[in-house]
């Protein structure tokens, strides 16, 4: 069993501390956290292993009752460096994070496959899993794609991260993922959305500020839950110009939690969250 946890880009503006305490009071049990800028400028919270800011963050979630799932987000592009993660990986492993999130942004595919590999083999080191998560604007855009990059690294400790709005609006289905070996699927980002995507300009505006609570939209997500492992850490990453203010992840665990409840999955592929 896993317990429910909340992702960073859900309120991306609170600093890792705040979005603990928020989280805490929420009544998730755990965080991802944005260590590492998706592009150069973007927002995120770097941690330096023997720093006070790190310190004084694990204070904070050992108050809270609160852990961390996993951390993010290194871009592999042609130009990365996959050593210059060691201090990336340091800091997820003081805190006790599971695995590190992955974009594939390289059309080289043997390349992009060397590099993916070669961070695993880092990450090893510090107990932590690598997940590739694929998006319909990156070079590694579909299910399909991440798998052959996974295939082709050939590292035990990778995985695929499923964003249900990236698996639907990158053409998935529920078929396709039911039949991915269950190692591969060690984490879900959950959201909702309607059925039919927006205009190809509003696709990543929509993954970034536009997803709706589970259950407000049309995206099938008791089959998607049910295709996956029972074990599977999930996560809510609901991203919305309309969810502010102080309450805002409370309301996103209620909503969550409302509709978990309510939700009819296959008992034997049902996941089991705790919290």
Request: proline share 6%; glycine share 10%.
């Amino acid at each position: 069993m896993k317990p429910l946890g909340v992702a960073h880009l859900t309120a991306l503006d609170l600093a890792p501390e705040a979005l603990v305490r928020e989280a805490g009071r929420a009544g998730f049990s755990t965080v991802g956290l944005r260590l590492h800028p998706v592009m150069p400028g973007a927002q995120a919270y770097p941690l330096a292993v023997g720093g006070q800011a790190l310190r004084e963050l694990k204070a904070v979630m050992a108050g809270e009752g609160v852990g961390v799932a996993d951390i993010e987000f290194v871009s592999l592009t042609p130009q990365v460096q996959v050593g210059d993660c060691a201090m990336l990986l340091a800091a997820g492993a003081e805190l006790g994070a599971t695995s590190l999130t992955v974009s594939g942004d390289d059309e080289d595919g043997v390349r992009l496959a060397h590099n993916f590999a070669a961070l695993c083999e880092m990450a090893k080191e510090y107990g932590l899993r690598v997940d590739l998560e694929f998006m319909r604007w990156r070079p590694v855009a579909t299910l399909q794609q991440a798998l052959a990059v996974l295939n082709m690294a050939g590292q035990d400790n990778s995985a695929v991260l499923v964003d249900a709005l990236h698996l639907f609006r990158s053409g998935g289905d529920v078929a396709a993922l039911a039949e991915v070996d269950p190692r591969y699927l060690r984490a879900l980002q959950l959201c909702d959305a309607p059925l039919t995507a927006p205009a190809e300009a509003l696709i990543i505006q929509e993954a970034r500020e536009g997803r709706l609570l589970p259950g407000q939209g049309q995206l099938p997500l008791a089959a998607l839950m049910g295709a996956l492992p029972t074990d599977v850490q999930v996560s809510v990453e609901t991203p919305s110009v309309t969810l502010r203010g102080e309450n805002r992840l409370k309301h996103v665990r209620e909503a969550t939690h409302g509709w978990l409840g309510n939700v009819r999955l296959p008992t034997n592929r049902q996941p089991q969250i705790k919290d």
